[in-house]
Each structure stands twice: as C-alpha cells, then as structure tokens.
C-alpha cells in the first residue's frame, strides 16, 4: 500500500490515494499503521477517494479503527494533497470570507484555488493559498454548529449546552457541548499545562453523558481574541492539535462568553485562526498543512 504522512500543525494522519488503489479493512488498517512503535505512527489513516458529489471523498479513521465523520486539520492536508497530487485542479475561489482570511496569512500568496470535499459532515468548501504551485495555507468553511444537545449528541435538556455542571473524578466542572460534525466538550480553566489530561481526557470521553463518546479540550483565555488549548480526540488520545475542536472552541467562546467570534488559538503544535461568522452561522478555520513523506507500507492488505 502506497502512502503519504501529512500532518495540520502537529495532528497527523497516513493519506492513502484510492483514485489508484482499494484499502479492504480500513478500521484495521488505521489500528497497524498508527503505531508510532510498530507501524508508521499517527493519529489515524484518511482515504482520499473519488467523489461524486465533489472535486474528492475524504474517509477518516482514528487510530483505534473507529471511524470519524471529520476531521478539520486532516481535511486541510487532504485538500493539499488533492491539489498538489493533481487528483482535482478547483477553480479560483470566489468566497470571500475565504479570501480574506487567506489573504491575512498569506498576503503574497501567487493565486487562491477552491476545492470542494465530500465527508461525513458533508460537503465542505476549501480554499488554499498557493505560492510557487505549493500550497501555503488552507481554510475552511466547516459549515454551521450544531447547538441541540441531542444532535451533539450530549444527554441534558435544554436548547444549549452551555455551563452545564459535570463532576469528574470528585472535582466539580462546567462544560460547555458543540458538534461540528462530531461531538466535542469544552471546559474553560486557569491554565491548562496543569490539567492531567492524560488522566481526565479518557473518563470524560466515555463519561455516559456522551453516548457517543467525546472530543475534550481545556482551554485557557488570554484575551477575548486569543486561547491556549489542549485535547484528547475521542479514540486517538492526547493529540498536538484539532482541527474541529478548536472550531468548538471557537463557538464555545461566543456561547459562554468568554471570546469573540474571531480568535487565534495556540495548540500544542501550532496555531489556529477561527471565525464564527455572523452573517452566515458557519465556523471558518485556517491553519497550515504539510507534507512529510511518502513510503509503502508492506503489512497492510491493499
């Protein structure tokens, strides 16, 4: 099976290529290959596949197999990949909340192209930021949040999430829910480098709160534009960064007041520029995205 490891600040997945190749087993696929021990070491296995609906599919698999409808730093490195791959070429971006936020981090960028991707979320547009036929930057529309506890999913009444109470492990703590496709839990404190995440991020996952398990992430506020946060990803564990959770983070900030609609976010491995969009209702998120290298991997069934 021929591969490529990429990563989006430091989350980083194996991108498999099946316009020219099938991966039978995925689940398990994403077990053997993330093993940073045994195998090639990541955060989980994305197919990028041909779609019928946009320019590519993406299928995203955490590394314990579970299957995930998104992934906001993993479509960030699809999208580069699709391009520089030449398995899609877009077309010129006309969005221009799109172009705004590119421009702010790219200024020289030599021209901004548009994908559309397919995932479990659904259809999300992408722009990228392209100098010398590499792509720089990417952002992306991750479509409106979803508020209702239900639909999150998070078992409490009410129309929001917001401040509800949770006692983990004897100690008291407000959480505050928001889907992005998959659901994400958000708690605000004084410093997040003394939260043991290793120890709290598994019990509140599988807390039976959340009967699909949760995304959770720690956040410190530096100021109303800008937040330090730390995650554990629902079946991948203590991760450098996430790309939907800090789109959750984003929203959280509006819902309990603790941050503007427009932040940076400094994730263990890089940082974030969100937007949550007045006028639209959608989250916008802009980040890098990289490749580090290509192989073939011998102990996978292709």
Request: with cysteine.
């Amino acid at each position: 099976m021929r591969f490529t490891k990429m990563h989006g600040i430091g989350n980083d997945y194996v991108y498999v290529n099946c316009f020219d190749q099938t991966v039978d087993d995925p689940a398990q696929v994403a077990i053997q290959v993330s093993d940073r021990h045994f195998g090639i070491g990541s955060d989980g296995l994305i197919l990028v596949m041909p779609s019928e609906k946009a320019d590519v599919r993406m299928r995203m698999f955490n590394a314990d197999g579970s299957e995930a409808q998104m992934c906001g730093n993993g479509v960030r490195c699809l999208a580069k990949y699709t391009l520089e791959h030449n398995l899609a070429t877009g077309r010129t971006c006309q969005q221009q909340t799109l172009i705004d936020l590119l421009r702010a981090a790219v200024p020289d960028a030599d021209e901004l192209r548009e994908l559309t991707v397919e995932t479990g979320r659904g259809i999300l547009t992408l722009a990228l930021a392209l100098k010398d036929a590499l792509v720089e930057q990417v952002c992306v529309d991750m479509d409106e949040p979803i508020l209702l506890p239900s639909q999150i999913p998070v078992n409490v009444t009410g129309q929001q999430a917001v401040g509800i109470p949770l006692t983990v492990d004897t100690q008291n703590l407000l959480m505050t829910c928001v889907s992005m496709g998959n659901p994400h839990v958000v708690f605000y404190c004084s410093d997040v480098a003394a939260i043991d995440l290793e120890h709290l991020g598994p019990i509140i996952e599988t807390h039976p709160i959340f009967p699909e398990k949760t995304n959770v992430h720690f956040v410190q506020v530096l100021s109303p534009n800008e937040v330090i946060m730390r995650t554990w990803e629902r079946g991948s564990g203590i991760t450098l960064a996430c790309g939907t959770g800090a789109s959750a983070v984003c929203v959280a900030g509006i819902l309990a007041s603790k941050t503007q609609r427009n932040i940076l976010t400094h994730l263990p491995g890089g940082d974030l520029r969100l937007l949550w969009n007045e006028t639209d209702n959608h989250v916008f998120m802009a980040g890098s995205a990289t490749e580090v290298f290509s192989g073939i991997w011998q102990s996978a069934q292709s």
